[in-house]
């Protein structure tokens, strides 16, 4: 199907290219007639005749190229695209340092940033209505992002520019990715989970299961739905105590009270109190229920949404705000668990583009699909 459509359009540019030469050949012939009835020697006026051919062959090529843009590509979102690869378009440019970095490593570290490089592409939505059919329908066409990998820096170009707000919080996340000296935090590590009057829930923290989320939650007005950011860490909690809490099959309710206390403050690690935002239940590897050692009462793996105090996790800016008030130690938790070949970079820069021009940036630039 690609293949048939890409012959007509063949097909249609060579007719369009042999009408504009027609054209042209037509008002050549008409000049020569028009100077010759009028008495003008023919070899006075070679270049006049030269100029007023090329301005006619101008007129052609913009004839046919605006026929063209009407017949193949009908499509308004494909054109815009189309468009925005010839004249350029705003994008953001972020550069990774890989030097050093073997083949594997860095092929994992462009797999690795791919979900963000697709997310981070432009879609254009036109929507057609038929006054005759009395129907509607939606054209979609995407302009993706790009990538050049080479062997000392990565270069990527999004398909359109990122808020600034976001890009802040991206260069945040890329510069705590490479920074693989900071020390790890231990495992596990103990916690206190202190709910007003209830007993306390002890929990011992799994820092390699941490993750930055943001998710859709429906908003105060209970119809709009709106971002919420938090840190997520799983951790082991006894089941004897969660019996005190009301049975293991129902995990306590988090409120406005409820707080995470670190015991202990590990090295360079800042904050030791944490707002507890839910708490819910995660299945193991071999069902919920584990037994650490033979004298050790049965533990249950449960899930951990925290923030900082004093931290509002709602709303669009969240991950900002989360990123500021958070301790790095807990963002490079999660990013040398879930981005192992980023750790490894040796620098990276952010920076807005202006204007990006495809044909005009070189060789070697790959365009991220929307899709795998």
Not at 54 to 71: H, M
Not at 215 to 228: F, L, M, S
Not at 270 to 276: C, H, N, P
């Amino acid at each position: 199907m690609a293949f048939l459509q890409f012959l007509l359009e063949a097909l249609l540019i060579v007719a369009m290219l042999v009408a504009v030469g027609g054209l042209c050949y037509l008002a050549w012939r008409l000049l020569d007639g028009v100077l010759k009835a009028c008495g003008v020697p023919a070899r006075r006026v070679w270049g006049d005749r030269a100029m007023v051919g090329l301005t006619v062959v101008g007129i052609g090529l913009a004839v046919a190229g605006f026929v063209w843009l009407a017949q193949v590509r009908p499509n308004q979102a494909q054109t815009r695209v189309w468009l925005s690869k010839v004249f350029g378009y705003p994008a953001t440019r972020i550069t990774v340092n890989v030097e050093g970095l073997g083949a594997a490593t860095r092929r994992a570290l462009v797999d690795e940033l791919t979900p963000m490089m697709r997310a981070q592409r432009a879609r254009f939505r036109y929507r057609i209505v038929s006054s005759r059919m009395h129907t509607s329908t939606t054209v979609r066409a995407d302009l993706p992002s790009r990538y050049r990998l080479g062997r000392t820096r990565l270069e990527i170009v999004t398909g359109r520019p990122i808020d600034p707000e976001k890009q802040r919080a991206l260069g945040q996340v890329l510069h705590a990715a490479g920074q693989p000296s900071a020390p790890a935090l231990p495992e596990p590590l103990w916690a206190d989970v202190r709910q007003g009057q209830a007993p306390v829930l002890e929990a011992a923290l799994l820092p390699h299961t941490a993750t930055l989320r943001v998710d859709d939650v429906v908003g105060p007005a209970g119809y709009e739905r709106q971002q919420r950011c938090a840190l997520q860490v799983q951790g082991l909690v006894s089941v004897d105590v969660l019996d005190a809490h009301g049975g293991p099959l129902r995990p306590p309710p988090a409120d406005a009270d409820t707080r995470l206390i670190l015991r202990t403050r590990p090295h360079g690690l800042r904050q030791t109190r944490l707002r507890v935002l839910d708490m819910t239940y995660v299945p193991g590897e071999h069902g919920r229920l584990i037994k650490t050692a033979p004298h050790d009462s049965w533990r249950i793996y449960m899930a951990f949404s925290l923030v900082p105090e004093g931290t509002s996790p709602d709303g669009d800016d969240c991950d900002t705000r989360l990123l500021d008030a958070l301790d790095p130690a807990w963002v490079q938790a999660d990013l040398h668990h879930q981005l192992p070949a980023l750790s490894q970079a040796k620098g990276v820069r952010v920076a807005p583009v202006a204007r990006f021009l495809p044909w005009q940036a070189g060789d070697g630039w790959v365009e991220v699909p929307a899709r795998p």
